[in-house]
Nanobody, 121 residues
Framework: QVQLVESGGGLVQAGDSLRLSCAASGRMFSTYVLGWFRQAPGKERELVAA???????RYADSVKGRFTISRDNAKNTVYLQMNSLKPEDTAVYYC???????????????WGQGTQVTVSS
């Protein structure tokens, strides 16, 4: 069992940066695949960044080159560094953990409560 708590969201202007953090409790954090999802009003939840247990990363095309996912197994924490933010990045961001293929949304069965990111133009 894993519990996840996100932090770091907020209101920023277009072009700014934010770093989201997700702290996990529970054992075997290093064995989990980790992902960041987002959901904007009226839209489906989408997987935007994921990292395997071996720290291989993958990104949605919409954030590639601007977002960076990383993990610190010693701190049981996963991060999402978001640069060059755009108004279309506005959404609730969720971190998630799972045990199988990191780029498959169905892999993820542990979820945080979400943190709001709002980007003004």
């Amino acid at each position: 069992q894993v519990q996840l708590v996100e932090s770091g969201g907020g209101l920023v202007q277009a072009g700014d940066s934010l770093r989201l953090s997700c702290a996990a409790s529970g054992r075997m954090f290093s064995t989990y695949v980790l992902g960041w999802f987002r959901q904007a009003p009226g839209k489906e939840r989408e997987l935007v960044a994921a990292i395997s247990s071996g720290s291989t990363t993958r990104y949605a095309d919409s954030v590639k080159g601007r977002f960076t996912i990383s993990r610190d197994n010693a701190k049981n924490t996963v991060y999402l560094q978001m640069n060059s933010l755009k108004p279309e990045d506005t959404a609730v961001y969720y971190c998630a953990a799972g045990s199988y293929y990191y780029w498959s949304p169905s892999t993820y069965n542990y979820w945080g409560q979400g943190t709001q990111v709002t980007v003004s133009s």
